[in-house]
């Protein structure tokens, strides 16, 4: 390959995605038994790092693979691809616990890096058609940078200001002016046939923050701090409630559902929008909270948890990673459904044990109330399916067509 090799003391030099593309099609048919990582080093600044604790994230993580028999890409926005032998991958997990090591005093977890798809995981065997659209992706972005065309999500490191108290005053005026409908987007969680068409469960309405961004406050890195943007999604989940009321007064049957923090189901305004809220209605209203915002303060949680359930809504827990799945007991934390988010590393990832382990998982929480969410493909609904999941959530299930009813 013509990256730059681990295990050498040669200088690492830069390669552009048009490099690493190239080199990946030259693997098409000789891909058995390897596999690829991209450590998306420009989304860290979602995260709140700088470009200097950047740098010494990816060093770390790179001097880690340095034993290992393979070759580094390093691309225009600082992010980094490593392209290696599967036989290795306890070293590659061994590399990635030093990463997680690093960034524990920035309470990010590995967890967290798979389900934010910060650390992406291919095994080539399996996923090479996935890795090569994947990396022609990288290229395009690559080719649009250099044209001068900014891609704010590719590259985290730009000239955007940081969200700061006076612009986050400025856009709650604008919120709460704001006709959001054209910010606010959909999509089903539904059950599937055996010959994949779909049973709609529920719909769920969700803004984007990138949207916002560029409609409301061009020029400001709303994810910057991250104090102030958790209290921007407050200030979202009020105007998404709104949303939540009028779609599910449109239907006499159908669940609709929002993201919303456990901060809010304890507010003052939720409690308005509560007693404004028809009886029969609330039935229909699902409720989705984070996993990290519960598990940092399960007491809050338990108790915002039993005043929903009291009022008749229905209550999701969304945001799970493979690895936080262990902790979760639906019946235990009283949720109606549990949403498990698919990352492009779990197939690398099984073994008999952790296979057995997800299989009891999922008939712990009930295998009619565990949702697969992002499903970009059939593979992944087979996946969840052979290990008994029944719910699935996805670009891919939103192009599937739905079943008749009988």
Aim: hydrophobic share 40%; aromatic share 8%; proline share 1%.
């Amino acid at each position: 390959m013509k990256g730059a090799k681990t295990g050498s003391s040669e200088t690492v030099r830069r390669h552009k995605a048009s490099a690493l593309l190239a080199q990946v099609e030259r693997l098409k048919g000789r891909c058995m038994g390897r596999m690829a990582v991209h450590l998306r080093i420009s989304k860290l600044a979602d995260k709140g790092f700088n470009q200097h604790q950047a740098r010494i994230v990816s060093q770390v993580f790179e001097t880690s693979l340095n034993a290992l028999e393979g070759d580094f890409y390093h691309l225009h926005n600082q992010d980094l691809v490593f392209i290696g032998i599967s036989r290795q991958i306890k070293a590659l997990e061994a590399a990635e616990g030093k990463l997680a090591s690093l960034l524990e005093e920035h309470d990010v977890s590995l967890d967290t890096l798979r389900r934010e798809h910060i650390l992406l995981r291919f095994s080539l065997d399996l996923k090479y058609d996935v890795f090569l659209s994947h990396v022609r992706n990288l290229a395009v972005r690559e080719q649009r940078a250099h044209a001068g065309e900014r891609d704010a999500d590719d590259n985290g490191f730009d000239d955007r200001r940081p969200l700061d108290s006076k612009g986050l005053a400025e856009l709650e005026r604008l919120l709460e002016n704001a006709d959001i409908t054209d910010l606010v987007r959909q999509q089903s969680a539904c059950r599937l046939t055996d010959d994949l068409k779909t049973q709609r469960l529920f719909t769920e309405y969700f803004t984007s923050i990138r949207e916002v961004e560029r409609n409301l406050l061009p020029g400001t890195d709303l994810l910057d701090n991250r104090a102030l943007f958790k209290y921007l999604t407050q200030i979202l989940d009020l105007r998404m409630l709104v949303v939540l009321r009028h779609e599910a007064s449109r239907s006499s049957d159908e669940m609709v559902s929002i993201n919303i923090n456990v901060a809010t189901l304890l507010s003052q305004k939720f409690l308005k929008f509560d007693q404004e809220m028809p009886i029969g209605l609330r039935g229909r209203l699902m409720l989705e909270l984070q996993y990290d915002d519960v598990f940092s303060d399960l007491k809050n949680f338990a108790f915002a948890r039993d005043f929903a359930l009291q009022q008749g809504y229905r209550l999701c827990l969304d945001g799970i990673g493979l690895d936080g799945f262990s902790r979760i007991d639906r019946d235990h934390l009283k949720v109606d459904y549990v949403k498990l988010v698919w990352d492009d590393s779990w197939p690398s990832r099984f073994n008999n044990s952790v296979a057995r382990e997800l299989q009891s998982l999922v008939q712990r929480n009930g295998p009619d109330h565990t949702i697969l969410h992002r499903c970009q493909d059939e593979k992944v609904i087979r996946f969840g399916q052979k290990f008994g999941i029944q719910l699935f959530q996805g670009h891919y299930v939103d192009g599937l067509p739905r079943a008749r009813l009988r």
